[in-house]
């Protein structure tokens, strides 16, 4: 089974860009649905967004609805989380994590992804 790796979190401040990267060394990634969520402290984990294994469609939370975009690049196994004009409230752990199907009504349940990876860190300062 494929294992997501995150990476590209760190601390920034208020109106920055960061990009998240999720990657896995198995070939078959690149058949994957990808998913991303993230979870505040003290908070439940919450659905960012989900690209589809070919890289569409896409599917995003209305919380962050115009300032994400989730890319994949099949060739290097990697999926791509880019946000902007980050705010305060986008402080979080974010997780990647795959499946095969991509269903736009079902992509925000957690319980349906089969794999996770262990979280990258984002901190936003005011």
């Known amino acids: 089974q494929v294992q997501p790796v995150e990476s590209g979190g760190g601390l920034v401040q208020a109106g920055d860009s960061l990009r998240l990267s999720c990657t896995a060394s198995e070939h078959a990634f690149s058949k994957y649905a990808v998913g991303w969520f993230r979870q505040a402290p003290g908070k439940d984990r919450e659905f960012v967004g989900a690209i589809g294994w070919s890289g569409e469609p896409t599917v995003y939370a209305d919380s962050v609805k115009g300032r994400v975009t989730i890319s994949k690049n099949n060739g290097k196994s990697t999926t791509f989380l880019q946000m902007t004009n980050l705010k305060p409230e986008d402080t979080a752990a974010y997780y990647c994590?795959?499946?095969?199907?991509?269903?736009?009504?079902?992509?925000?349940?957690?319980?349906?992804?089969?794999?996770w990876g262990q979280g990258t860190q984002v901190t936003v300062s005011s």
């Open positions: 994590a795959v499946r095969w199907d991509f269903n736009p009504e079902t992509m925000k349940h957690a319980e349906l992804y089969e794999s």
